[in-house]
């Protein structure tokens, strides 16, 4: 299968990104003030815009040359340094020109601008060569680590194997190979190295799903089609992270992208959409407009509290472990029923249920009963708009019936999603409807960005669909 579009696969973004990010601006600001006070001038509302333009030119420029594109899997240093000045050169151009166009050039100290126009590549290729030594030697010593394993025992995975091991730096640690056709903990050699089978490739899905190893790397012959898509299938179920080397079937699953490994191109199957510089706008997101939702409907969610407590028998706050990102995690609702219910076994909600009081019959129509959530929303183990968390029950429940239910908990469950927008909330008598529920679920997390969001969260006001099934 070939991608849909040019471009299907993703950049991966890691946090190093957002912190070099980050840091790149506040050197590129800083700078130009500091060479500014050395000449005696007094740092001007000129300058600042100057600093300004330049971060957010600065910005464009490094996302179109792929500036923080993720190192783990390779020794990039030197593209990188080479990336950020030809940035930087595209940045002083643009500059100049926006300062001959509005004549302001002579505003400026040309001694002030040409020295900061060469230490900022300068000091920032520093910076970088600073931060990557210190990481080199970090993960040498075994920190910021994670376990892989390797599907597949043949020349590919050997050489995958070869470069981990003796790749330190990247941070990675090699637990053995999975191998159908290789007996279980023979060694398997290369040269001067051996490796360990550990067993077949069922035997590796074990491993996963009992959180022994982080990442997995699947290394199989092209003839192994059939076998690899079975793989992909159970590791599903499993919060390791999977990548592909490579097979262009996998291009139009969950946020697939290219990944490098020592040179090898590898595809990354399942990982969430939020990582990286995608899960610190998410946060900000989630924290600007939970602090401002909170604020608006505090006096409400206090007469709501007031009304159940008059109205029925029974604590205000309904509490439930649902499933996350990383595990079980508790949720608040505004309790609407008669029953506290949870565990093994949990009755979903229906139409004229009698557990559902008189007072939660209009909370759970106008979905009122779901504020309490916004709490969870800053507490961080929520999000405003994602999947919405299913009771533990439920989930071990359709897990075993829905292939790839559980790649819905790669982001953190929502008040809303895309899901609640098209009407699939409510009752799952059928298994159809639980079975598009995490189609639109899985679609959320392929086609995430901001402006999804805040559709997502237009229609949730004001759709119609999104009030479809509530009861």
């Known amino acids: ?61 490094s996302d179109i040359r792929k500036l923080y594109t993720s190192w783990r899997g390779g020794n990039v240093l030197g593209e990188e340094i080479k990336n950020l000045w030809l940035v930087w050169i595209g940045v002083v151009f643009v500059d100049i020109m926006i300062a001959f166009a509005t004549k302001t050039s002579a505003d400026y100290s040309r001694l002030v601008i040409l020295h900061w ?24 010593r075994g920190r910021n680590s994670r376990t892989v394993a390797i599907a597949g025992a043949g020349p590919l995975g050997i050489r995958l194997g070869e470069v981990i091991v003796s790749s330190p730096y990247m941070g990675m640690r090699l637990v053995g190979f999975f191998d159908d056709f290789k007996e279980k903990d023979t060694l398997i050699k290369q040269g001067e190295k051996s490796f360990t089978n550990r067993g077949n490739l069922d035997e590796l899905v074990t491993w996963a799903l009992s959180g022994k190893v982080d990442m997995i790397y699947i290394a199989l012959p092209k003839k192994s089609d059939e076998r690899v898509r079975e793989l992909v299938e159970k590791l599903s179920d499993s919060s390791a992270f999977v990548y592909v080397v490579p097979d262009l079937y996998f291009l139009d699953l969950l946020n697939a992208r290219w990944v490098n490994l020592g040179g090898i191109s590898a595809v990354s199957i399942y990982e969430s959409p939020h990582n990286g510089l995608n899960g610190w706008l998410k946060r900000t ?64 909600a229906r139409k004229n249920d009698p557990r559902v009081t008189r007072f939660g019959t209009f ?45 819905r908990h790669r982001s953190k469950p929502g008040i809303t999603g895309l899901a609640q927008v098209h009407g699939w909330r409510g009752e799952t008598e059928t298994i159809d409807k639980m079975e598009n529920r995490v189609k639109d679920d899985i679609q959320y997390l392929r086609d995430w960005s901001l402006w999804l969001d805040i559709k997502i969260i237009f229609l949730t006001v004001f759709g119609k669909k999104a009030r479809k099934n509530a009861h």
């Open 1 to 61: 299968m070939t991608p849909k579009t040019q471009g299907f696969i993703r950049p991966y973004h890691s946090r190093l990104a957002v912190f070099f990010r980050l840091f790149d601006f506040i050197w590129i600001f800083s700078l130009l003030w500091v060479f500014v006070l050395l000449r005696g001038i007094s740092f001007t509302s000129i300058y600042g815009l100057a600093g300004a333009v330049s971060c957010i030119l600065f910005y464009i420029f």
């Open 117 to 140: 126009m060469f230490f900022v590549p300068v000091v920032l290729s520093l910076w970088r060569f600073f931060i990557r030594s210190t990481m080199n030697r970090l993960r040498k």
């Open 285 to 348: 997101e989630d924290l600007l407009l939970g602090s401002l939702i909170l604020l608006i409907i505090a006096v409400p969610m206090i007469i709501i509290a007031i009304g159940i407590k008059l109205s029925s028998p029974g604590p205000v706050i309904f509490k439930q472990k649902r499933y996350g990102v990383k595990g079980e995690i508790m949720v608040w609702k505004f309790r609407t029923m008669s029953v506290c219910e949870d565990g093994d076994v949990i009755e979903q």
């Open 363 to 407: 909370l759970r129509r106008t979905s009122l009963d779901e504020l309490p959530q916004f709490i969870n929303v800053l507490q961080g183990r929520m999000s405003i708009v994602g999947p919405r968390p299913h009771a533990v029950a439920h989930n071990e429940y359709y897990r075993k019936l829905i292939p790839g239910y559980m790649l």
